[in-house]
């Protein structure tokens, strides 16, 4: 038996983004976003509105950073999606985060935050919310990389935002192998 429960904004994992942009000033600015995903192979969808000082940011400066949220910074990382940076506009000093200018783009890197994709503003729909960035570089920090060079999510520790029940959640365990477990059924 299924249960309904109607037309809700629900799926599993909602990965935990940190979007970071400058503002006119050139001060940094980050918001938390759950609402998006990769949308092609160096694209990037972002749903979120025209009222945060972060949108306003990334439209005027054409850039922006999106940091994965991780477990070791949950506090800070729910801090800047819940402080308007219209009203506090220290708020990643507030978090105690720090930035770097990004080599490739107009926006700050969070240091705090082992891994970033630095984007490029390829459009924003005010009316859908939908805001795509081009992927022009994805930067980690070597202390979350593998013996094999790449991101090892168990040194990330990204977190996810579980909808249901307005909480955050570790990414678990290993439990099968893409484009490969499903040849056994051919």
Same mark, same amino acid.
């Given at each position: 038996?299924?249960?309904n ?17 400058y ?12 609402? =998006?995903?990769? +949308? ?10 025209? $009222?945060?000082? @972060?949108t306003?940011?990334i %439209? ?20 800047? =999606?819940?402080? +308007? ?10 978090? $105690?985060?720090? @930035?770097?200018?990004?080599? %490739? ?7 705090e ?32 990389l ?41």
């Amino acid at each position: 038996m299924r249960k309904n429960f109607g037309a809700k904004a629900w799926t599993y994992p909602q990965p935990v983004f940190i979007l970071a942009s400058y503002d006119e000033d050139g001060t940094p600015d980050a918001m938390n976003a759950a609402w =998006g995903g990769i +949308s092609d192979d160096t694209r990037i969808s972002m749903c979120i509105s025209e $009222g945060h000082k @972060t949108t306003a940011n990334i %439209l005027k400066r054409g850039a922006f950073t999106v940091s994965m949220a991780d477990a070791a910074h949950v506090t800070e990382c729910d801090y800047v =999606g819940v402080v +308007s940076g219209y009203k506090v506009p220290d708020k990643l000093e507030k978090a $105690g985060f720090h @930035t770097t200018r990004s080599e %490739l783009v107009d926006a700050p890197v969070i240091d705090e935050l082992s891994m970033t994709l630095e984007c490029r503003l390829v459009s924003y729909d005010p009316e859908s919310c939908c805001l795509i960035g081009e992927i022009v570089n994805v930067s980690a920090d070597e202390s979350i990389l593998g013996a094999d060079g790449k991101i090892d999510p168990d040194k990330l520790e990204p977190i996810t935002f579980d909808p249901v029940h307005n909480v955050y959640r570790k990414l678990g365990e290993t439990v099968g192998n893409a484009f490969r477990d499903g040849l056994k059924l051919k």
